[in-house]
């Protein structure tokens, strides 16, 4: 059966199931991730994490890349082989280009280790919604007076709606998913142009530029550049 973007047994809570072989991390993330509203289960080896998505429907799957019997990359073929659509995010110490572009190619989206709970919390909503599962968070991002809307690709900023190109568009809805939160310009990269872009980097710069001249032109200002570090959605600080 196919249970992408299936609602849970457990009602409108996404169930998520965490696969890491380390207690330490699945006790931290079951416990971010329960906080954050999601129903949690939790297998410490390959074998487990296929035998709980055969007996129950999830809405993401975490899955660490080295486990101790299966390779997470294998455990993500066979759900795929058995029509099983779940989002799967890899979470993996491995941060060379070609072992993401390996993942995303059987999975949704790759984390790597060492990474902040702000940080994995705001990937797995973004690959829920990407996948169809709005749940409470409807299709609507607002920070400050800045509103997006997901499914029109609409954007208004003080009451004013603003025209945005589709990257400008993907950019701040990154942004957006991830407010308060500095994101990298590889990260931004990754995200946006893809794991396996080869152009300049330094385009990232650009689209921030395009996006300040038009959120921007209200204030406050809300686009900020945090040196040597990446970018933020946030307000002025005082």
Request: glycine share 6%.
């Given at each position: 059966m196919d249970a992408r973007g299936a609602v849970a047994e457990q009602g409108d809570r996404p169930n998520v199931l965490v696969v890491d072989d380390e207690p330490l991390i699945t006790d931290l993330l079951a416990a971010a991730l329960r906080f954050e509203g999601f129903d949690v289960r939790v297998?410490?080896?390959g074998s487990d994490a296929l035998d709980l998505c055969r007996s129950t429907r999830f809405d993401m799957v975490l899955l660490d890349v080295m486990l101790p019997d299966i390779e997470g990359t294998?455990?993500?073929r066979r759900l795929r082989e058995?029509?099983?659509r779940v989002p799967v995010v890899f979470?993996?110490?491995r941060d060379a280009t070609e072992d993401k572009v390996a993942g995303l190619s059987v999975g949704d989206d790759y984390v790597t280790k060492p990474f902040s709970l702000d940080e994995l919390v705001a990937r797995v909503w973004a690959v829920l919604r990407r996948s169809g599962h709005e749940q409470s968070r409807g299709s609507e991002l607002r920070f400050s007076d800045l509103v997006m809307d997901v499914d029109t690709r609409e954007v208004w900023r003080a009451g004013t709606e603003i025209e945005l190109t589709a990257t400008e568009f993907n950019v701040l809805q990154y942004l957006l998913e991830n407010a308060r939160r500095v994101?990298?310009?590889s990260e931004l990269l990754d995200q946006v142009w893809g794991?396996?872009?080869t152009g300049?980097?330094?385009i990232v710069e650009t689209y921030i530029s395009y996006l300040r001249k038009k959120v921007d032109e209200y204030d406050p200002p809300l686009l900020h550049t945090v040196r040597r570090v990446g970018y933020t959605l946030r307000l002025p600080r005082s």
């Amino acid at each position: 059966m196919d249970a992408r973007g299936a609602v849970a047994e457990q009602g409108d809570r996404p169930n998520v199931l965490v696969v890491d072989d380390e207690p330490l991390i699945t006790d931290l993330l079951a416990a971010a991730l329960r906080f954050e509203g999601f129903d949690v289960r939790v297998a410490s080896n390959g074998s487990d994490a296929l035998d709980l998505c055969r007996s129950t429907r999830f809405d993401m799957v975490l899955l660490d890349v080295m486990l101790p019997d299966i390779e997470g990359t294998d455990v993500c073929r066979r759900l795929r082989e058995g029509g099983n659509r779940v989002p799967v995010v890899f979470l993996t110490a491995r941060d060379a280009t070609e072992d993401k572009v390996a993942g995303l190619s059987v999975g949704d989206d790759y984390v790597t280790k060492p990474f902040s709970l702000d940080e994995l919390v705001a990937r797995v909503w973004a690959v829920l919604r990407r996948s169809g599962h709005e749940q409470s968070r409807g299709s609507e991002l607002r920070f400050s007076d800045l509103v997006m809307d997901v499914d029109t690709r609409e954007v208004w900023r003080a009451g004013t709606e603003i025209e945005l190109t589709a990257t400008e568009f993907n950019v701040l809805q990154y942004l957006l998913e991830n407010a308060r939160r500095v994101v990298s310009k590889s990260e931004l990269l990754d995200q946006v142009w893809g794991f396996d872009f080869t152009g300049d980097p330094n385009i990232v710069e650009t689209y921030i530029s395009y996006l300040r001249k038009k959120v921007d032109e209200y204030d406050p200002p809300l686009l900020h550049t945090v040196r040597r570090v990446g970018y933020t959605l946030r307000l002025p600080r005082s």
